[in-house]
Nanobody
């Protein structure tokens, strides 16, 4: 398992940008593919982006072209750069290994609203 803490959420207007960070504890981080997931109010958690150990990214169709995932193995961090945000992107964003373990961090709340 990899324990994580997410940060960087907030309130942003439609069309705006945010950068989320995920700090992972321990050296096991660099052995895992990592993913960002989100859970919107009243909906199930969904996967939105992933990155392999070597840095190859993949994205859900709904966010492709607007979200960019990256990782810094030296500092045990994963990032999610978000642009052109839409109200439908409002959710709690969490990072976890891929496939996800049962251990979730507190998440980062992202609210997209005018």
């Amino acid at each position: 398992q990899v324990q994580v803490v997410e940060s960087g959420g907030g309130l942003v207007q439609p069309g705006g940008s945010l950068r989320l960070s995920c700090a992972a504890a321990g050296n096991a981080f660099r052995n895992y593919a990592m993913g960002w997931y989100r859970q919107a109010p009243g909906k199930q958690r969904e996967w939105v982006a992933g990155i392999t150990v070597g840095g190859f990214p993949t994205y859900a169709d709904s966010v492709k072209g607007r979200l960019t995932i990256s990782r810094d193995n030296a500092n045990n961090k994963v990032y999610l750069q978000m642009k052109s945000l839409e109200p439908e992107d409002t959710a709690v964003y969490s990072c976890n290994i891929m496939p996800p373990s049962a251990s979730w961090g507190p998440g980062a709340q992202v609210n997209v609203s005018s």
